[in-house]
């Protein structure tokens, strides 16, 4: 029997930290600063990871992940948008900021209605806010 609570958190992880994946790899060519590259490669490595496993817990379930094309349109147009004016490394790390900040709530709403997920959803989820709370301390020197 599926549990779908799991289910539920594993996706909203999944998708969380692919958006992370799919934002850096939209910012880079518009990072000018190194040691800001290094960072956001760095991170994008760690959300990989995350994206890895949250599939890896879909696919026990008998799920195959799939990225939505229109979501992906989406975040690079307005990443594009974001940057047209303003490409400075304080700007980008504020976006940076504010997507973290926003991956966070989403999974604390995702958590919330799905109190019956397994403990390997819920450690995964509890671990990427973790990651994220990080890398908004991290990137506060950015700003």
């Known amino acids: 029997m599926r549990n779908y609570e799991e289910i539920n958190v594993l996706k909203e992880t999944r998708k969380n930290a692919s958006m992370a994946v799919k934002a850096i790899d939209a910012l880079m060519g518009k990072v000018y600063n190194q040691e800001f590259a290094y960072e956001l490669t760095s991170e994008r490595n760690r959300f ?3 994206e890895r496993k949250a599939e890896a817990g879909l696919w026990e379930h008998g799920l195959i992940s799939k990225d939505s094309s229109l979501q992906k349109a989406m ?3 307005a990443v594009q948008a974001n940057t047209m004016l303003n490409i ?3 700007h980008v790390a504020d976006m940076m900021i504010q997507g973290n ?3 966070i709530a989403d999974l604390i709403k995702v958590k919330h209605n799905n109190k ?4 390997f959803a819920n450690e995964l989820a509890e671990e990427l806010m973790d990651f994220e709370e990080e890398n908004i301390e991290r990137l506060k020197r950015f700003l």
Not at 116 to 119: D, E
């Open 116 to 119: 019956k997920m397994g403990s």
């Open 88 to 90: 400075s490394t304080n």
């Open 101 to 103: 900040t926003r991956g």
């Open 48 to 50: 990989r990871d995350f």
């Open 75 to 77: 975040l690079w147009g």
